[in-house]
């Protein structure tokens, strides 16, 4: 039986059909406090997103369905948050190997994250380099702008975590 989620896998029937869509795999949930940050009150909305973690079995059903709903050579997954990293390397690990079990031979599969980089250490760095990872980091700036906006849960300064993480993560000379 479908439902009405199976939307994309119905299209996907009739041609060549790409998504992309945006994962949020710790909903609003962040390590950061940034000052402008719209995303941290959706945890407290009515209905909203509230705060909690993907299960492994709606990553494996997402992924499933996702992948069987591209019918086009390439499947990128976006990772977005709060911050996605808190989720954890172990559920980025399981990401990749379901992705490996899902797609189809003809499919290349990409995955970009946004992150504020404050997790980012060099075991994350190779998992990322290694998975051909496209990593944005969220970076307000020079160090005074920075400081001021992108702050952590006790209003700490963030830049120096932030730029230590660029200099780990792929691409960075």
């Known amino acids: 039986m479908t439902d009405k989620y199976d939307v994309a896998r119905q299209l996907a029937a009739t041609g060549h059909r790409n998504f992309h869509v945006l994962a949020k795999p710790v909903s609003s949930t962040c390590n950061l406090d940034c ?10 909305l009515p209905r909203g997103p509230g705060v909690g973690e993907m299960r492994d079995e709606t990553l494996e059903l997402f992924i499933k369905q996702y992948i069987a709903g591209v019918t086009g050579p390439e499947v990128v997954f976006s990772w977005q948050g709060g ?7 172990d559920f980025f690990r399981r990401v990749v190997a379901l992705q490996k079990k899902y797609s189809k031979p003809f499919q290349r599969v990409e995955n970009d994250l946004q992150t504020n980089g404050i997790l980012i250490d060099e075991e994350w760095a190779q998992f990322l380099r290694d998975n051909r ?4 980091l969220s970076i307000d700036g020079p160090r005074e702008l920075h400081d001021r906006y992108r702050v952590n849960k006790g209003g700490a300064p963030t ?3 932030t730029m230590a993480a660029a200099t780990l993560l792929p691409g960075t000379p």
């Open 35 to 44: 000052k402008y940050c719209f995303y941290l009150s959706k945890e407290r």
């Open 83 to 89: 911050e996605p990293t808190l989720r954890g390397l």
């Open 133 to 136: 990872f496209l990593v944005g």
């Open 159 to 161: 830049f120096d975590k």
